[in-house]
C-alpha cells in the first residue's frame, strides 16, 4: 500500500509537508518542488539540483565522441526528467 499523506490549504494558499513525507520523499529546507496536473491528478516532486543532473549527464560526452553542445544537454535533462518522473509516478490507481 502506497503511503498517503494529509495536509490542508491556509487562506494564503500554502500548505505545510508532514516530517514523515519530507523524510520520505528526500524534501529538505530550500528545495523546490514542481506540482503537475494531469487528467486530473496532482503529483507533487522535488526538482533535481544541476549538480544531481550534471551526475547523469558525465555519460553524455563520451558516448556522443564529441564535445557536448547545450541541445545535447536540454534533450538530456528532459530525457532524464521524465525517467525520473516514471520512477515516481509508479503504477496508477483509478
Known sequence: MMPRFQTKVTSK???TLPISYRKLAGVE???TLDLIVEDGH???RKRRSIDELAGSLRHLGKRLGRAVEKSDIKSAV?????????????????
Open 13 to 15: 494558499g500554502q500548505v
Open 42 to 44: 496532482t503529483t507533487l
Open 29 to 31: 529546507v530550500g528545495d
Open 78 to 94: 528532459a530525457d532524464a526528467m521524465e525517467e525520473q518522473a516514471k520512477r515516481s509516478a509508479g503504477p496508477r490507481r483509478r
